[in-house]
């Protein structure tokens, strides 16, 4: 099984500020790495998919980038709602999928 | 619009059986998977399988394999997951979403958009 890796934890930044959210796979995904969001009380949101594309109606601060087995999500100026918790998830070999155990972006 | 949207929380106690269902709208149902994914209390995220409604192919995570079982009624465009021996351990949030291949198209399966709204599943004596 691919056990993907999520670093840091915890991010503490302040609105306007940078964020920058890893994920490391235990072997190569080649680029099948999405990023998701996930706000309290609320199902999952898709963010990012196949490592650097952003899905439908997803603001252009958010980008992905990386392939293999390093992948970095990064938001360029965080916004109020952006604060939240975000997922990495490999579709490395199917039918398997797995997560990452999340990045917690809370407010400094 | 895509929309998933699920049955509502349950209550149930240790032994007892129970069948949660999400429902599909806004797209053609039977030519995407569904997948379910588990969220047990302040947890991460679970893929638990994935069923494609068409031909009700089903696969399972080992995890979940013989736990629980997956299924589908395309004439209603809706997706099952069930349990036949609940334990206090299955109290958790469960979430299906569509999955599918926004760059290669067709019936593939790879990420997971939308989500259905999740139904809490409560397993207490």
């Known amino acids: 099984e691919i056990v993907l890796t999520q670093s840091p934890a915890t991010l503490s930044l302040s609105p306007g500020e940078r964020a920058t959210l890893s994920c490391r796979a235990s072997?190569?995904?080649?680029?099948?790495l999405a990023w998701y969001q996930q706000k309290p009380g609320q199902a999952p949101r898709l963010l990012i998919y196949?490592?650097?594309n952003r899905a439908t109606g997803i603001p252009a601060r958010f980008s992905g980038r990386g392939s293999g087995t390093d992948f970095t999500l990064t938001i360029s100026s965080l916004e109020p709602e952006d604060f939240a918790v975000y997922y990495c998830?490999?579709?490395?070999?199917?039918?398997?999928?797995?997560f990452g155990p999340g990045t917690k972006v809370d407010i400094k | 619009e895509v929309q998933l949207v699920q049955s509502g929380a349950e209550v149930k106690k240790p032994g007892e059986s129970l069948k949660i269902s999400c429902k599909g709208s806004?797209?053609?149902?039977?030519?995407?998977?569904i997948v379910w994914v588990r969220q047990m209390p302040g947890k991460g995220l679970e893929w638990m399988g994935s069923?494609?409604?068409?031909?009700?192919?089903?696969r399972y995570s080992p995890s979940f394999q013989g736990q629980v079982t997956i299924s589908a009624d395309k004439s209603i465009s809706t997706a099952y997951l069930q349990w036949s021996n609940l334990k206090a351990s299955d109290t958790a949030m469960y979430y299906c979403?569509?999955?599918?291949?926004?760059?290669?198209?067709?019936?593939?399966?790879?990420?997971?958009?939308?989500w259905g709204q999740g139904t809490l599943v409560t397993v207490s004596s």
């Open positions: 979403a569509r999955c599918y291949d926004p760059l290669r198209g067709g019936d593939n399966c790879y990420w997971f958009d939308p």
């Open positions: 806004g797209y053609r149902f039977t030519s995407k998977w």
């Open positions: 069923i494609y409604p068409g031909d009700s192919d089903t």
């Open positions: 072997q190569s995904v080649s680029s099948y």
């Open positions: 196949d490592a650097s």
């Open positions: 998830h490999q579709r490395g070999n199917w039918p398997s999928f797995t």
